[in-house]
């Protein structure tokens, strides 16, 4: 608007003002001033006069702003003023004119000289005027009933409307030396680079993020997050910067950097968000901080909707790296399973690694390191998408969704939640290869070659998302300790439910307290014991080895930095578990408890002894109906 503004001259613009806004109450004079008209006279109001542009308004149509070009007259001269944006919270007062138009004047009283302006302003509401959308991320935006992508540079998709954008930092980096089908097919020689899970996965994470609010919106909501799991210096956040960000300003925040507000980074719309280096922590409280910021991160994810009220909405796609995955209990990791997609890194740069590295792709990586193939493309596919998302994609979309989620849903293994993950990767993985055959980049067979590549695939990595993110030991210890409970073979009773049984009792359930409490040195011997005679193994990591691992799983409770504390009931010290970690179990238990021979006899005496009681009571209300009966009887003999 400013370019528009700078082509006009003062006359012109004295011309537009009466041609378009004076009337019999308000006109400009020779010099541009505003005016009131008396007795047919132009009087001056002030030395500056106010010409209406439009109104800044957000996708709802809400106004937001008014904006004006003006005209200030010095006393010799009359010049252009900047472009003028007032909020339409300030346009109450006038103390918006010392800020923008500083060297403005009134000839009169600047309380009423206002109050004449704030006049004329509601005057020319019922003008046509431009109407300019401010939205405050970039991504997808539904305005004028179409649906166009809004980035720092401009927008995609056919619209007639003047849309701005509030933030700057979301320039798309795209390489005009670089033709659409070269962008297309470079992007996909990308998954090349190494291990095809791991680069097919973060391809299909960029390609699902660039859809996202409009998959909101309508529906069908992708529920998941993606964890890269590796050991530093691997190329982690090297790898997954070049295939996941399209912008030239990278949405990227350090996970234990709180300067940085890690919600602030995860409202990035239509694009994939780094939440970089995590379990490089140093301090045990910023580990904890961290892991509950990102733990609240993952279920908002996975828990996202359309119309659901949350003080944090995500609508992008999320990346977590980190040299392990998030400490969370067993139950937790079992719950968030759907919500998280984990993928091993593959060794890029780590020399050490000799068995996994391999210099030919440190070759592949560093040569697409200096391209911007995937970005590129990606400019290209979002102008394609505009067409699609505003005729038939979303109905398109959500009848492959189902497809893919019911293929995926053979695996008897799959978490019901892993199939929408996956269902996603793959759609949003072919709309792709659509985009490319329907321009001609690639051919039916190799559009089919690549589409059953990316099933097989993602079929290898979905088999992998049930391998636990436990140390091996650890899982081995708990699923056996879950085994001996189970069995009976460990006792373990619940405060509050009678035991008589003899036997000796090495663990206790206090829900109050949210503990199972284990006697921890003989449970250890019986449990490590039962692994050894069922492996081929001669030994198990040591009883204070395991509790470390225990206590870094999140798993126990710790009692002034100690694993084990004494426990009323339990001889020796004991170990004290977290029993929302373990829902499954601790109902298991209870139920043994509940069904131990002496609670049955407590329930079939109750039982018996509340028919007893029904029996009383229809005896006595049998003797009050006969009282009843006789009383009236005697009642009519009397009449």
């Not at 440190?362 to 911007?372: A, D, G, M, Q, Y």
């Not at 005729?391 to 979309?397: A, D, G, K, P």
């Not at 899982?475 to 405060?495: A, H, K, M, N, Y």
Request: neutral net charge.
């Amino acid at each position: 608007m400013g370019n528009e503004l700078d082509q006009l001259s003062v006359q012109e613009l004295i011309k537009e003002f009466k041609e378009n806004y004076s009337d019999y109450e308000f006109d400009v004079n020779e010099n541009g001033e505003f005016c009131i008209i008396k007795n047919q006279n132009l009087n001056a109001i002030a030395n500056f006069s106010l010409i209406p542009k439009g109104t800044v308004k957000n996708v709802e149509g809400k106004t937001g702003s008014f904006l004006f070009t003006g005209l200030i007259f010095d006393g010799q001269k009359t010049t252009i003023l900047p472009e003028i944006e007032v909020l339409n919270k300030d346009i109450a007062t006038k103390n918006w004119l010392s800020n923008q138009i500083p060297l403005g004047m009134f000839n009169m009283n600047e309380t009423k000289g206002y109050q004449l302006f704030k006049k004329f302003i509601l005057r020319f509401q019922s003008k046509e005027l431009l109407d300019v959308f401010e939205v405050e991320k970039s991504g997808w935006h539904y305005i004028g009933e179409k649906w166009v992508y809004v980035h720092s540079g401009g927008t995609i998709g056919e619209t007639n409307k003047s849309i701005r954008l509030k933030e700057e930092e979301s320039y798309l980096k795209i390489d005009n030396g670089i033709t659409s089908k070269e962008a297309f097919l470079g992007s996909l020689d990308m998954l090349n680079i190494c291990d095809a899970k791991l680069t097919y996965a973060l391809f299909s994470l960029v390609l699902v993020s660039v859809i996202t609010s409009p998959l909101i919106q309508n529906g069908v909501a992708p529920k998941f997050s993606m964890w890269i799991e590796g050991k530093s210096g691997m190329g982690k956040t090297s790898l997954t910067k070049i295939f996941t960000q399209i912008f030239q300003n990278h949405k990227l925040v350090h996970v234990y950097d709180f300067k940085k507000d890690l919600n602030k980074n995860i409202m990035n719309r239509d694009c994939v968000s780094i939440f970089d280096d995590y379990g490089t922590s140093k301090t045990k409280r910023v580990a904890d901080l961290t892991n509950e910021k990102i733990e609240k991160l993952i279920r908002d994810i996975g828990d996202r909707e359309p119309n659901s009220y949350f003080t944090v909405r995500p609508e992008g796609m999320v990346l977590f790296t980190g040299e392990k995955f998030i400490t969370m209990g067993k139950a937790d990791i079992a719950s968030s399973a759907g919500r998280v997609v984990r993928v091993q890194m593959d060794n890029l740069f780590d020399k050490k690694q000799t068995s996994t590295y391999d210099p030919q792709k440190v070759e592949r990586f560093n040569r697409f390191k200096e391209s911007n193939y995937l970005p590129t493309s990606m400019a290209s596919y979002l102008k394609w998408m505009s067409e699609k998302l505003n005729t038939h994609f979303i109905e398109s979309y959500r009848r492959d969704f189902e497809y893919y989620r019911n293929y995926y849903s053979t695996d008897p293994n799959v978490h019901s939640r892993q199939k929408d993950s996956f269902a996603h990767l793959t759609v949003s993985f072919n709309f792709y290869l659509a985009y490319g055959l329907e321009k001609g980049y690639i051919t039916p067979e190799e559009n089919a070659v690549y589409g059953e590549k990316a099933k097989s695939v993602f079929f290898e990595l979905l088999k992998q998302q049930a391998i636990s993110p436990f140390d091996p030991d650890v899982q081995t210890f708990l699923d056996t300790l879950e085994d001996l409970i189970v069995q009976e073979t460990i006792t373990v009773t619940v405060r509050g439910i009678p035991y008589t049984e003899q036997g000796e009792v090495l663990g206790i359930v206090d829900g109050s307290n949210k503990t199972l409490s284990l006697a921890w040195q003989p449970v250890y011997d019986m449990v490590v014991k039962h692994i050894l005679d069922q492996t081929d193994s001669s030994e198990f990591i040591s009883d204070i080895k395991l509790g470390k691992l225990l206590k870094e799983a999140n798993l126990i409770y710790r009692s002034n930095d100690r694993v084990t504390k004494q426990v009323t009931g339990l001889i020796g010290r004991a170990i004290q578990f977290n029993t929302d970690k373990f829902p499954d179990l601790i109902e298991a238990i209870i139920g043994i408890n509940m069904n131990r021979k002496f609670n049955i006899l407590l329930d079939e005496y109750e039982k018996i002894n509340e028919i007893n009681n029904l029996r009383e009571e229809e005896k006595r209300k049998y003797k009050e109906n006969k009282r009843e009966l006789k009383k009236l009887k005697s009642s009519f003999l009397e009449k």
